[in-house]
């Protein structure tokens, strides 16, 4: 009898020994760093940071250690404490250089989102297009003078200007479901490389939450809450080509931060008559971190673009030597497009494991497109060229309420 007490006394001193902690694992500049490994290295066991860089430890005793490593951050050994039991871990990690020959992906390190997110910050871009090319396996063209959406290839489908993906930008939908120039148009032009903080990307129609056009894949970017540093950049190319960029932070602190950055384009282009190309960009955004760990980010954007085009070119005409090769038979073709969006995003938690998510934007876009694929063929006087215009207002508001991992999303469209 006297065994079975003390097996029973120890039995129950583990249970009011052994408790549990939570935690969240913070960059630098306060920002929640997810799918970080926290190892408890004495029991050989491990748990993972969610999105907003929280985790729970169970099972662990005053004294444990634990190990907390991420692809991107210094590893850091942590000692647990009495205090600890009482309120909530916060460990900062600070970055690291990476070397690739060390990285280990697995299926549950995510190491592919990260690795885009170190070929942003090592490979920088000057235009949103080049994003793209980011993507495994994803091909682009761009044609008729630059300011059009790209035409897109990936997993075999011809994409054209975006009907086969879904592209969005912190939940803003780059997509025109319904478009003068096709189904699913995406014009990435009013993203500013600057700006992105990661990319994330799925190939295969296997998301159903992307969306009715992820046939082929989906490419979601995230834009930065706060940049590293203030900049200002100024480029010049062949052909009159020039690019001017810049970015302010405004507001930098643990608990809030804001930012402008605007760029400006502009190329001639390699053509006999001129592309006379310009594109205009303004952002910006604030984002406010509450001490409870909700948290609230509004961006706005304006893009404005024109452009003319030299357009299609028979190949007998350049054969015979009637035109160049960047000649044309109607210069005329070309377009003027622009994009105004205001985005709110804001996540309210309920408790640990429940809370809300809200969306709300704003997005009004104009289009225009003249194009002539047949030259003389129906009006042998006027020509055949045609005009494409778009002019489209939309505001959507979408709720997805996260509770016990059960997602219930409600999705309003005006």
């Not at 942003?120 to 300011?147: D, F, K, M, S, W």
């Not at 035109?323 to 804001?346: A, K, P, Q």
């Not at 408790?351 to 497109?369: C, G, H, M, Q």
Request: charge should be negative; aromatic fraction near 12%.
């Amino acid at each position: 009898m006297k065994y079975i007490f003390f097996y029973l006394f120890c039995f129950l001193s583990n249970i009011i020994i052994a408790q549990s902690i939570k935690g969240q694992l913070k960059d630098q500049n306060g920002n929640g760093i997810e799918y970080a490994n926290i190892i408890i290295t004495k029991y050989n066991l491990h748990t993972h940071s969610d999105d907003r860089g929280r985790f729970d430890i169970n099972n662990i005793k005053y004294g444990d250690t634990i190990l907390v490593s991420h692809m991107s951050y210094e590893s850091v050994s942590y000692q647990i404490n009495k205090g600890n039991f009482e309120s909530t871990l916060t460990i900062t990690m600070k970055d690291k250089n990476i070397d690739l020959d060390q990285v280990t992906i697995s299926p549950e390190s995510q190491a592919l989102k990260t690795l885009s997110k170190i070929d942003i910050q090592t490979n920088p871009v000057n235009n949103a297009q080049e994003l793209l090319r980011r993507v495994p396996g994803l091909i682009i063209g761009q044609h008729a003078g630059g300011g059009k959406a790209e035409q897109i290839f990936l997993r075999g489908f011809d994409i054209d200007h975006g009907t086969d993906i879904n592209i969005s930008i912190d939940g803003l939908p780059v997509n025109m479901v319904s478009h003068a120039h096709g189904q699913g148009y995406a014009d990435m032009h009013f993203i500013m490389p600057e700006i992105i903080d990661q990319i994330t990307y799925g190939k295969g129609p296997y998301d159903a939450d992307k969306g009715n056009l992820a046939t082929a894949g989906y490419v979601a970017f995230k834009t930065k809450d706060s940049p590293a540093n203030s900049f200002f950049s100024t480029e010049y190319g062949s052909f009159n080509t020039r690019r001017t960029a810049g970015l302010i932070n405004l507001v930098s602190t643990t608990s809030e931060s804001a930012y402008v950055a605007t760029e400006y384009n502009m190329t001639d282009g390699p053509f006999t008559s001129s592309q006379a190309f310009n594109r205009f960009n303004i952002f910006a955004k604030y984002t406010r971190r509450m001490d409870n760990n909700d948290n609230l980010s509004i961006w706005g954007s304006r893009f404005t673009s024109r452009w003319d085009a030299s357009g299609q070119l028979p190949e007998r005409a350049v054969a015979n030597g009637s035109i160049g090769r960047f000649g044309s038979i109607d210069d005329t073709e070309g377009g003027n497009t622009s994009r105004s969006n205001v985005v709110l995003n804001y996540t309210k938690f309920l408790d640990e494991n429940n809370f809300v998510k809200t969306r709300a934007f704003v997005s009004a876009y104009d289009f225009l497109l003249y194009s002539n694929f047949t030259f003389f063929l129906a009006d042998s006087i006027n020509g055949d060229q045609i005009r494409q215009k778009e002019k489209e207002i939309f505001m959507v508001l979408i709720q997805s309420y996260i509770i016990k991992s059960t997602i219930i999303m409600i999705m309003t469209s005006f």
